[in-house]
């Protein structure tokens, strides 16, 4: 487990580029809140946006997680665990006034892309609203 990336990894590279290149500007690998142990891969501070890029296989990804064989239990413990702590998050920074959006990494990043722009470009409009 110590080798997984948990920053920079491709499907999040990916969706950073197009981001990027949609004149989106943002701040990688950061707590939403302070004090909040848990990072956000990508975060919009202005907006209040903070995208989570989910792995299928720590996540229980229902289309494509998968479930070792060995040590079954542990594992199936650990993912519902991650599920419940990423659920909880949300909870807490949804409280706090800002958006989540959380991604799997099979997902077209181009499409993840639109959906974040448009995310921000609404909590945009209703900051200059309000």
């Not at 997984?4 to 990894?9: A, K, L, P, S």
């Not at 650990?78 to 949804?94: N, P, Q, V």
Request: aromatic share 6%.
């Amino acid at each position: 487990m110590q080798l997984q990336r948990t920053r920079d990894t491709g499907p999040e590279m990916a969706l950073r580029r197009l981001l990027h290149a949609a004149g989106l500007r943002y701040r990688v690998d950061r707590a939403p809140l302070p004090g909040l142990r848990r990072r956000a891969d990508i975060v919009f501070g202005p907006a209040r946006v903070a995208v989570y890029v989910d792995g299928c296989f720590w996540h229980g990804c229902p289309e494509h997680g998968t479930r070792p064989k060995a040590n079954a239990a542990w594992w199936r413990e650990k993912i519902e665990r991650t599920g419940s702590r990423d659920r909880e998050t949300d909870a807490r920074l949804a409280s706090a006034g800002w958006l989540v959006v959380r991604v799997w990494e099979h997902e077209e990043p181009a499409v993840v892309a639109t959906r974040i722009r448009e995310a921000i470009k609404g909590r945009r409009r209703d900051q200059d609203a309000g």
